[in-house]
């Protein structure tokens, strides 16, 4: 059964202080990990698709990069604006359909 | 409209009401699904559609019935709901079936009294 991890589950950050969040992830095959962002009261927004180890994206202060075993989606220089749920899911080779993990509510502070 | 768009955005009913939510896609895609979102929990995938058939029905109980008339428009009719059943349901869409790239409406909050 596929599993997929996030930590930390809540992260507190200064505006301008960088961290990272983690996605550990079990599937037979990967076929695709993926980044959303989610704000209060609405539905998750696509951000990114890693498919093999090494692969990295990125998208303003966001970069994402993939492991065997793990995803991580890295905040440089973090903005209030950034505040926000992220989400991660996996696609498994044996399946048409996305697992998702709990999420990381991240809370910028000005 | 653009994206995927769902209404009601806010719902309360008694458990036994029969209401229904709507959603529908201005993507052009083929594939569309519901899911559920319950705090502390991950998404929960409910129903799959592509091409208007359903392809995954991920042990949901029957008081949650989807209909999909169209590429563009999926229901979810409810029935006989349960206080656990009080979630965010969201809609999404793909291209197709399995597609990399899924786009989410802003959800129904649903609560049930």
């Known amino acids: 059964e596929d599993q997929v991890t996030q930590s930390p589950e809540a992260l507190r950050l200064q505006e301008g202080e960088s961290s990272s969040l983690n996605c550990s992830y079990t599937v037979s095959g990967l076929r695709g990990l993926f980044w959303y962002r989610q704000d209060p009261g609405k539905g998750p927004e696509f951000l990114f698709t890693?498919?093999?180890a090494g692969e990295e994206k990125e998208k303003e202060r966001l970069k994402a990069t993939l492991t065997k075993k793990e995803s991580f989606l890295h905040i440089t220089a973090p903005k209030p604006e950034d505040s926000a749920t992220y989400l991660c899911a996996v696609r498994d080779s044996g399946y048409s359909t996305l697992t998702f993990g709990k999420g990381t509510m991240l809370l910028v502070s000005p | 409209e653009t994206g995927v768009t769902q209404t009601p955005r806010h719902l309360v009913m008694g458990m036994t009401n029969k209401k229904s939510l709507k959603c529908e896609q201005h993507l052009g895609h083929n594939a569309m699904y519901w899911y559920k979102q319950s705090a502390k929990k991950p998404l929960e995938l409910m129903f799959v559609?592509?091409?208007?058939?359903?392809?995954e029905n991920n042990s949901v109980p029957s008081r949650f019935s989807p209909e999909c008339p169209n590429s563009s428009h999926l229901f979810l009719h409810l029935h006989t709901l349960q206080p656990e059943d009080s979630a965010l349901y969201l809609c999404?869409?793909?291209?197709?079936?399995?597609?990399?790239?899924?786009?989410f409406g802003p959800g129904t909050r649903l609560t049930v009294l």
């Open positions: 890693l498919y093999s």
């Open positions: 559609y592509n091409f208007k058939e359903q392809t």
């Open positions: 999404a869409s793909s291209q197709e079936k399995p597609s990399d790239e899924q786009f």
